[in-house]
């Protein structure tokens, strides 16, 4: 029997992978490809559920650090002699994979699981190029991830020829078909969503919802604050944006194809300077509001992208002595879910300062029920997974997502961008429009004041159910962050 799936989950799935490793228990070993901060939490999953020694759990690390009191066999992937990876289950993060890329062939295991495999979506990385010929030697595979695809459908490819290559075995044929439309760059489009989606569903792919196994788990009620920034603040990306108008007009106007390219490439340079510009900006605002939360003497998790900001929000908390943990791209993987731990367990830590990328995945924060957003991503299922560090088994309340937004900053932009990812993403895999808009009648009368949107109530009809709902409003055709800069739909205040 074979078997070769992309499961695409709205929840902690860990256990589900385990599971179906247990039924082939006569193909061990295992081998597992995880992002780097999730391996010692696949060891300590497995120990829990199988009940195997700690020792038959191999967790290979670049280099040797840290405690082991669980009793996992560590290996350091620097080992001059070089490593046996002999045990039961066998833990690597995505990084080490080329690096090991001979050892995983000639060890010829039966059983793969790669968990988050949206790691797998650029078909240049090595990481990539040295996963796939693992998976595909595989008889049993198992590609786990809540977001498959992060913004459009040919990131999606790897994953599918990993699994089932006699089915997606050209990139060219895949993206002449799926990927058309796309404005910059060959195959950054989307095309025949409907399609795709029945041809994912007949192939490889499971899709397991909230509403449909964990109808119990509380609702999440997303608002949006507007802040109010200065005149100080905001003149120098008021400067950028006139900038911006300038380049993009000198666009239209041109005809040549070259010069055309030259100016794109000043464009997107103008809006990433816009997007560090506004973090920054956005700081005393940031701060201001974070003020109140503190005063509600809650727990609650905030995540933000620029290291400014990230920096600026940690040292505020310690300021006023809040009991605080933060986790960026510096903290050590080895170090994080200890942080975790006393997120979860201690009630003088009040607060998680999250980097987006680096706290989005893998971490469950269940101990707070309010989530922050000082900044935005460019790529929506970034803000999906940080959202549901909360919002998944073990919470028992209600959770409220609060996206501090600013007028006139790239906030404008992001909007839009992630909505028309959404849009297509919602098509190709679930295989629907999302057709649900917030209301145009819900009006802040103070830049400081909250919009509140409609609770989202998994399984109820006639609620926002996910991301896409709440963003849809504002959709217009921008593709990436370099694509426009212009609204389509102007947010009202």
Not at 5 to 18: C, E, R, S
Not at 68 to 94: C, E, P, Q, V
Not at 269 to 297: C, F, H, M, Q, R
């Amino acid at each position: 029997m074979l078997l070769k799936a992309l499961v695409y989950y709205d929840l902690l799935d860990v256990q589900y992978a385990i599971a179906v490793a247990a039924c082939v228990r006569d193909s061990w070993p295992v081998l597992i490809l995880a992002p780097s901060s999730l391996r010692l939490h696949w060891a300590s999953t497995i120990q829990q559920w199988l009940n195997i020694p700690p020792s038959d759990i191999v967790v290979v690390f670049s280099q040797m650090a840290g405690s082991n009191r669980s009793g996992f066999t560590i290996l350091s992937s620097n080992s001059k002699g070089g490593i046996h990876l002999d045990g039961l289950f066998n833990i690597i993060s995505y990084d080490l994979v080329a690096k090991l890329e001979n050892i995983l062939v000639a060890s010829d295991f039966k059983v793969v699981i790669a968990d988050e495999s949206h790691f797998l979506k650029n078909g240049q990385a090595k990481r990539t190029t040295a996963s796939l010929p693992v998976i595909k030697k595989a008889q049993y595979a198992i590609l786990l991830t809540g977001t498959p695809a992060m913004s459009r459908p040919i990131e999606l490819f790897k994953q599918l020829e990993a699994l089932y290559p006699t089915v997606y075995r050209k990139v060219f044929d895949y993206g002449e078909r799926y990927c058309k439309g796309g404005v910059f760059g060959t195959y950054q489009g989307a095309s025949n969503h409907e399609e795709l989606h029945n041809l994912m569903k007949a192939t490889v792919m499971i899709r397991r919802l909230k509403k449909d196994v964990l109808c119990q788990l509380p609702m999440k009620r997303r608002q949006q604050v507007f802040l109010e920034l200065t005149d100080k603040d905001m003149k120098q990306i008021r400067c950028l944006f006139r900038e911006l108008e300038v380049v993009k007009g000198k666009i239209t106007a041109c005809k040549s194809e070259e010069e055309v390219k030259s100016l794109k490439l000043v464009q997107k340079n103008l809006i990433n300077k816009i997007y560090t510009d506004s973090a920054e900006a956005k700081i005393p605002a940031v701060l201001d509001y974070l003020g109140t939360i503190i005063e509600a003497d809650c727990k609650f998790i905030i995540f933000a992208h620029h290291q400014p900001m990230i920096e600026a929000i940690h040292q505020f908390l310690l300021k006023k002595k809040v009991g605080c943990i933060r986790i960026d791209g510096t903290t050590p993987a080895t170090a994080r879910q200890a942080l975790v731990n006393d997120f979860q367990e201690k009630d003088a830590i009040k607060a998680a300062v999250l980097s987006i990328k680096a706290g989005g995945v893998g971490l469950t924060l269940t101990a707070a029920s309010t989530v922050i957003f000082a900044e935005l991503s460019w790529t929506p299922g970034d803000l999906i997974q940080a959202e549901d560090r909360t919002h998944r088994i073990g919470q028992v309340s209600s959770v409220n997502i609060y996206y501090l937004l600013a007028n006139d900053t790239v906030d404008d932009i992001i909007w839009d961008v992630v909505q028309h990812k959404l849009e297509n993403l919602g098509q190709m895999l679930d295989g629907q429009e999302n057709a649900l808009e917030v209301s145009s009648s819900q009006e802040v009368k103070s830049p400081m004041k909250k919009k509140t949107l409609d609770p989202v109530q998994q399984g109820s009809p006639g609620k926002q159910k996910t991301l896409d709902s709440f963003l849809m409003k504002r959709c217009n055709d921008m593709d990436d962050p370099e694509d426009q800069s212009k609204l389509k739909y102007p947010r009202k205040m």
